[in-house]
């Protein structure tokens, strides 16, 4: 079967309350806009194996977990590709991404 399992890594010891699991978190995928500054709270690491290996099955997972750590938004990292099983033909997708709060002036 497939699989997802995500979990957040604390960059820092200031800790926020946590928001609802499903909160409106925001995606980046393309860098930070310009003159918007924040503040990192960690990193989400987030794998998914067989069918549930691609992106849009790893993301609700991530979310929840950036939610769960008070975060506003996900800067989306790095994801690579590999395959695992005894003819190597089950495929796991691994994405990292940094959790952020945005800073108020």
Request: with cysteine; aromatic share 6%.
């Amino acid at each position: 079967g497939g699989c997802v399992n995500a979990t957040f890594i604390p960059t820092q010891s200031s800790v926020y309350p946590p928001k609802s699991m499903y909160c409106e978190i925001e995606i980046i995928s393309t860098g930070v806009p310009e003159g918007k500054s924040y503040e990192e709270l960690g990193i989400v690491e987030a794998e998914g194996s067989a069918w549930k290996s691609d992106l849009e099955d790893v993301l609700p997972k991530m979310m929840e977990e950036g939610c769960l750590a008070g975060g506003d938004a996900l800067i989306l990292q790095s994801s690579d590709m590999y395959s695992v099983g005894e003819d190597s033909t089950i495929p796991v997708q691994r994405i990292s991404a940094t959790v952020i709060r945005w800073m108020t002036e």
